[in-house]
């Protein structure tokens, strides 16, 4: 019987009962629950790295606009900018995050992780890593693999959709899971691999998911920038044994209640928050189909 | 345990953005439907329902669409100049909005496709997550996923071809997951709809078309391949 990821602490007794590493026993997950062959699993990691890095590089080379206008190749201008704001590697995470995100919005290739509203955080975090660390790929997948042991337990003890938890759920969980993966990439123990998921979840609670005209566009590009960097301030304070207080699963069960008394207005309908702003609603009346037909009552369907 | 999800579900899937519901559950809707049809569409009109009849562009669903009919899959990145494709194919396309179709769901699709002198009527709802549903096909209620292995039978109302056909299946070393039927009026077809956890032989689906009582027989194999 495999761990079926009900909560971090369960994760770590089962770790250290059955000497098995974290990411190993997300691999023993897969095999047992989806009849996975181990092989198979690894390509498949191997093709999701290989489609976030591809969104990045093609976010930062090609024109990337959208339909509405909203975005308009902003990860370029980011990346190319000659003052660099704290580091040369700090610009470029946030210009890969950027990148990926733009991708997403306007109909190119990205992987959902967890959702593709917050399609940019693991490529801008695991690209900038892998080249800051010279991580071997094998390295970067292991981390993937913790990544989605976390979103497992997120997604049973809270949600991952915006239509449910708001943007928290999404770009939050996002974001723990690059933490994760960071502290775990760079040989964090369990402990410091979970207080960067509590600590990145402290950070992010309480985000509404409000998108301009209901397009994944304006606030999602930006907010997978400042995942990205919530992301990296995470690791940085759990790798060096900093403690997150609140037990890991604790902040998840407060996100989970969080989302739940969260008024449907902030859940992906675009009607509270930054859509209902007078310059969001200036642009829904724009971009938004106008000219569509209502039925008379008697003309319903049956 | 089949509820659990796959490490591909939090890591994936690899998709052509924006948006699961607005993307890849409207490329499978149109890739179900193509499947009802038999082939590509010659022409093809798409009527989108309440939520998506003011977003469908702004999520690039319309392209998603013609795409789908065009068989891409739903992390073809030739889905954002799907309109090109179509106007090389020589795919006629016409979009409607409707905005208040209650009883629909929140977003549905009613496609109205062609093909030499078939003619059929697909209703697809996406669930979210790249998830749907096939509300109804032809005027009949149909309700499948079309995750797995889906047979539609439009047959006359006759006593014992529940248990005919279910028996007939029961050969095949497949699994029924889901199986519905629905009628149109009294003593009119019956629409039988059956999800299997694999596919059937070649062999088998003749046979069950050459039955007298058997008007029309239309398979559909997973439509992710
Ligand atoms: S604001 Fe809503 S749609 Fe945008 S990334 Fe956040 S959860 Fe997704």
Redesign the interface.
Known sequence: MSF?FDSFKAWKTYCEAKHRSLHQV?LD??VS??N?IEDQ?WA??F??YT?MRDAVETGLREEMSS??GMINNGAKKVFRHPVSVLSPEFQKLISRALAAKE???????????????A?GI?PGTLYTLQEIHQLPDHKILEG??V???I??II?QKAS??G?VGGCQAETGSAAA?AAGAIVYCLDGDIDQVFNAVAITIQCMLGLVCDPV?????VPCVVRNASAAAIANSSAQIALAGVGAVIPVDECIEAMGEIGASMESRYKETAMGGLAATLTGQEISKR?????????PDEN??E | MGTKSSIFDMIGPVMIGPSSSHTAGVVRIARAAIKILGGRPDSATITFYNSFARTYEGHGSDRAIIGGLLDFNTDDERIRTAFDFAAANGLQYTFKSVGNASIYHPNTIKLNLKKGDREIEVIGESLGGGVINIAAVDGFNANFSAQSHTLIIKADDISGAIAFISSVIAQEKTNIATMSVSRKGKNDLACHVIEMDSGIRETTIAYLRSLTWIKELIYIPDIDI
Not at chain 1, 104 to 117: E, I, Q, Y
Not at chain 1, 213 to 217: F, K, N, Q, R, Y
């Open positions: 079926l997300v997950y897969e629950q989806k996975a699993i498949g990691l093709r999701a489609v339909r509405s991708v997403n919005s306007c109909m190119g290739r990205v992987v959902a992780a967890p959702t593709a509203g399609s693991l993937m693999l990544a989605a042991g979103a497992l997604e991952l959709a239509a899971m005209a209901g397009l994944v566009e971009v938004l189909i106008q000219d569509i037909e209502l039925l319903l369907p």
